[in-house]
């Protein structure tokens, strides 16, 4: 597959045609989540509370630089709503592309409505105009018209302003404890939360608080949630080196995912919802089957002596579930796990892919070859080699997201 990494802070043309990066002080960024289908939008959540929208779709711009948009190296809008000054650490499109939904320190999961009309969501920037061509008069009376007031020298200004606007806040989790992490259903109407309460919780769009609370965690952080392609478990990620998957008509988890020798951070499904991955610091990427909970396989970079153990910032399947793009602090590695479950789980198959000295034994009738490994049998699915590594120039890379034609579209930050 392909891949297009952009950076936040050089995605915009200045007017003299230089780049010109977005950069105000004392402002992180602290999450960022690319916009489905296509990429043309990214929501960014800043340590100063406030959500910030990108718009990278340059010809719409341009049709909107009159009314006075934002030029590509300016957020398009900025959403406030969450209190307290602390930072907003998970923002998450739902599947329409239009509504957001972010996760603060404040212990509070807020909706947003990125394509409302007007500051709030009422009409902007309208005048009367009296005794024109479009007005008419009844007994004396002037009607007034939605048009800008015409003035010599004067620019045309637009009727409606798009502002973004805050529709629901959700709470649940305890007070005083911020949430981590937040997941839109595929089915659009519910979403998942994972707080630093020992919990996971599951909310509906139509209801402030929680429907289900999803406990047994033993570490107080739940780092990650994200949902199973059929809409009927959740998966979570947590500092106790387990991840867990939960049956959300019950509660109950029906999975327990062991193996990791420090905390995951981090927790994806395949798209056929068979396997699910999860990282954490140690930069190492663990696959699991989700039928039996056993661990299959495990994807390990190779480090030069001396080198600094990273970890893993963003992960995603493909939407044909063959590759596994994963960033680290200043790559993307790209692995092929189409033969992941038969890795670890078949001892034959490890065998016969762990190194360059592995052999392999080939029965013909009553006669057993033993051959070397060739090149093209050492890098077949399930080997422990990624298939490309893309270089980011030391760019923190915060999402990651494949479209359906596999464009691998990767999101940073310097």
Request: aromatic content about 6%; hydrophobic content about 35%.
């Amino acid at each position: 597959p392909s891949i297009l990494l952009g950076s936040l802070c050089s995605s915009c043309e200045a007017d003299a045609g230089a780049g010109a990066p977005w950069a105000e002080p004392n402002i992180g960024i602290t999450s960022a989540s690319i916009c489905p289908p296509d990429g043309r939008k990214v929501a960014v959540g800043c340590d100063d509370s406030a959500v910030r929208i990108f718009s990278l779709d340059r010809t719409s711009s341009k049709k909107n630089e009159g009314a006075g948009a934002a030029s590509l190296g300016e957020p398009s809008m900025v959403l406030l709503g969450h209190k307290n000054g602390f930072p907003v650490f998970d923002v998450d499109w739902t599947r329409n592309g239009r509504t957001l939904l972010s996760a603060g320190g404040d212990g509070t999961v807020r909706l947003w409505d990125t394509q409302a009309v007007g500051p709030y969501g009422r009409l902007s920037n309208v005048s009367q105009q009296k005794g024109s061509s479009s007005s008419s008069s009844s007994g004396g009376a002037t009607s007034a018209s939605l048009s800008t007031v015409e003035v010599p020298g004067s620019k045309a200004e637009p009727l409606v302003e798009v502002g973004g606007a805050a529709l629901a806040v959700y709470r649940g989790h305890a007070p005083g404890t911020p949430v981590w992490s937040v997941s839109s259903a595929p089915c659009g109407y519910y979403f998942a939360t994972a707080g630093s309460d020992y919990t996971a919780r599951i909310f509906a769009t139509d209801r402030c608080t929680s429907v289900r609370v999803l406990s047994g965690h033993v570490s107080p952080n739940v780092n990650c949630v994200t949902w199973h392609p059929n809409c009927n478990y959740v998966v979570t990620a947590s500092d106790d080196k387990t991840c867990r998957m939960w049956d959300i008509q019950t509660g109950r988890c029906v999975r327990l995912l062991s193996g990791s020798s420090r905390g995951l951070n981090l927790v994806r499904v395949s798209p056929s919802g068979r396997y699910a991955a999860g990282a954490g610091h140690d930069n190492v990427v663990r696959i699991w089957d989700l039928g039996n909970g056993r661990l299959v396989n495990e994807l390990r970079p190779e480090q030069s002596p001396g080198q600094v153990e990273g970890s893993v910032q963003s992960i995603a399947f493909s939407s044909c579930g063959a590759a596994l793009a994963v960033s680290g602090t200043n790559c993307v590695r790209i692995w092929d796990v189409r033969g992941a479950g038969n890795h670890l789980s078949n001892p034959d198959y490890f065998a016969a892919t762990r190194g360059p000295s592995a052999t392999s034994s080939i029965s013909n009738g009553l006669q057993t070859l033993t051959n070397p490994l060739s090149e093209v049998e050492q890098a077949r699915p399930g080997t422990r080699a990624p298939t490309k590594v893309f270089q980011t120039n030391n760019v923190s890379v915060l999402d990651l997201k494949y479209t359906k034609r596999n464009l691998l579209l990767a999101v940073g930050d310097y």
